[in-house]
């Protein structure tokens, strides 16, 4: 019989709460340390971590460059959020939520920091005028879903994830609560892409790359180890969606930089030159060879 869980009048925080984020997790904002980040040669400095969330900035930044646009050139620097360098007085400045991804643009005077995925894809889409329509109609059907990923999204990591992947126990009522949610949101984004090719329509856009990590990534079978749970090959056309986006270039080595986890050969823990990829590309042959 599982144990009830009674709240305390007052809630205290208990350091030992479990889980692999217990030591990181904390009730409280703000720096613990003082630690400088780095700047690299480009005006668009990157601190971040390959998550689903750190993913979204590094696939659109490298789509802008795949469509020519070279102002969009950045260095991306790795932050371990196991370690806690997300708490460091450098990185707080940029974001004060101490949270991956966070961009300086330093293209501007005062540099300009932008933290929130979310933000930080509408702020170079706007920026450099590409993956987002122009037409008040297309503008507003793309934020529509970017907004759709910010709020849904916790729910599928933060609740799906959290429970079914990483809690201490497994518990049957909120696995059962997050996986209904969640299946629910898969029948939508499948239900929107059998009659669109993309998430807004016939174009990709900074929808796609916001949604894209999250669930494109949980239907390929790269999140939670739950895809066979979800049945997730079941919604045809979202599987259609993820693999025709997984196909792109830009998309490959989006999913790449600061990347610390997995095969060696799919990680850049950091990027400051488009023949950073062509290194590792010459590696891993010489490494097969």
């Not at 646009?69 to 371990?80: R, T």
């Not at 999913?255 to 400051?272: C, F, I």
Request: hydrophobic share 40%.
């Amino acid at each position: 019989m599982t144990e009830i869980y009674t709240p305390p009048k007052v809630w205290t925080w208990d350091k030992e709460n479990g889980g692999p984020f217990a030591n990181i997790n904390r009730p409280i904002a703000g720096a613990t340390h003082d630690k400088d980040l780095p700047v690299g040669e480009h005006p668009l400095q990157l601190y971040s971590l390959a998550t689903p969330n750190g993913q979204k900035v590094t696939i659109l930044l490298e789509e802008l460059l795949e469509a020519g646009v070279s102002a969009a050139d950045y260095d991306a620097w790795l932050i371990k959020i196991g370690d806690g360098n997300q708490f460091g007085s450098g990185f707080v400045e940029v974001n004060p939520n101490s949270k991956i991804p966070a961009l300086l643009d330093r293209s501007v005077s005062p540099p300009q920091r932008v933290f929130e995925s979310g933000s930080i894809l509408l702020y170079l889409a706007e920026k450099f005028g590409k993956f987002l329509p122009t037409d008040p109609a297309g503008r507003t059907e793309t934020l529509n879903w970017l907004f759709w990923q910010m709020g849904a999204g916790p729910l599928l990591g933060g609740g799906f994830g959290h429970f079914f992947a990483y809690a201490p126990e497994k518990y049957e009522y909120p696995i059962n609560r997050y996986t209904m949610e969640v299946k629910r949101q898969l029948d939508l984004l499948d239900k929107r892409l059998a009659d669109n090719d993309y998430i807004a329509g016939a174009d990709y856009t900074i929808a796609d790359i916001a949604i894209w990590p999250w669930y494109g990534g949980l239907v390929l079978g790269r999140a939670y180890g739950a895809a066979e749970f979800l049945d997730a090959g079941s919604y045809k056309n979202l599987l259609r969606w993820a693999q025709q986006i997984d196909a792109r270039p830009a998309v490959k080595r989006g999913r790449m930089v600061n990347k610390a986890n997995g095969p060696l050969e799919e990680q850049l823990h950091e990027r400051h030159d488009a023949s950073d990829f062509e290194t590792k590309t010459q590696d891993k042959l010489e490494g097969a060879a």
